[in-house]
Structures are given as structure tokens and as C-alpha cells.
């Protein structure tokens, strides 16, 4: 069993946890999100020997419910995680100058890095359950940093 999907998941998704720490520190709360990114990705294409004899399963009991996470990478599903990996890389990078001046960074890179990991672990995911819990997750997180602004125009209005 490789642990590769399942760290490449949560990794960002500490991340998002551990920054919080750093927000009095901008500059290491930057330099922090770019290295968990680039550690995720740095995991997935670590998957790539593995992959060639076949997709790589891994399984992981909850304890206490008799359910388990279960992830699968197979051909397509490790170019989705790297592009995503990849592209949200240059994100992270970008970001640092997007956003010099805005409100609210921290929790910003925190949400940023924790919607990293749900997307993810959607395209890694072995089952439904575990495709289920990381799609709310993804969800969740992307919602909240699509408010991030706060606006009235964000907000969901009734149509009329």
C-alpha cells in the first residue's frame, strides 16, 4: 500500500491548518503555502514509477464506523491531480502579489491550500464515499473563497 495519494490529499490540507500559525509572519505564511503546494505535487509525481505497473490503491480505515477512505491513481487521474497541482503551484506564486494589499490573507492562503487538497482528493478517490467526502469538502472550501470578498454581489440571491 503507497501512501503517496493519501499525503499528496492532506498534505495542502495541514497546510491550511499549520498557516493559520504564521499569520502574524506574512512573508513565511507566503513562502509556507508555496511548500506545501509544491509538496503535494512533488508527492504525485513521485507516483509516476509506481503507476507503470498498473494504479496504485490505497485504503485507510475510520475507525469506530466501518467505512475507509479509499484512493485509486490510475493514468487519467494522476494528469488531473498534477495539472491541478501544477497550475494551483503557479496560483500560490501569483498570489503573493495579488494579494499585497487585500484583507483577510491568511485566511485566504488557508482556504486556497484546503481547496487543494479536496480537489485532489476528488480526482484520487477510490469510491464514492471517499469521492463524497472530498467533493463536500472542495465545496465547502471553494464557497468560502468565493466569498472571501464579502460582497452583496458574491452572495446567493433569489432569482427573480
Known sequence: M??????????????????????????????????????????????????????????????????????????????FAVLISFVWLLATVFCRAYMAHEHAQTRFYSLLLFTLGGCIGVVTAGDFLTLFVFFELMTFSSYVLVMWHQRQQVRCCPVS
Open 2 to 79: 503507497h501512501h503517496l495519494p493519501l499525503l499528496a490529499t492532506i498534505l495542502p490540507m495541514l497546510g491550511a491548518f499549520l498557516i493559520v500559525l504564521l499569520r502574524r509572519k506574512p512573508l513565511a505564511r507566503d513562502i509556507a503555502s508555496t511548500l506545501f503546494v509544491a509538496g503535494s505535487l512533488g508527492c504525485l509525481l513521485a507516483l509516476y514509477p509506481l503507476l507503470r505497473s498498473g494504479a496504485v490503491f490505497s485504503s485507510y480505515p475510520i475507525p469506530m464506523v466501518g467505512l475507509a477512505l479509499n484512493f485509486r491513481v490510475d493514468g487519467a487521474g494522476f494528469i
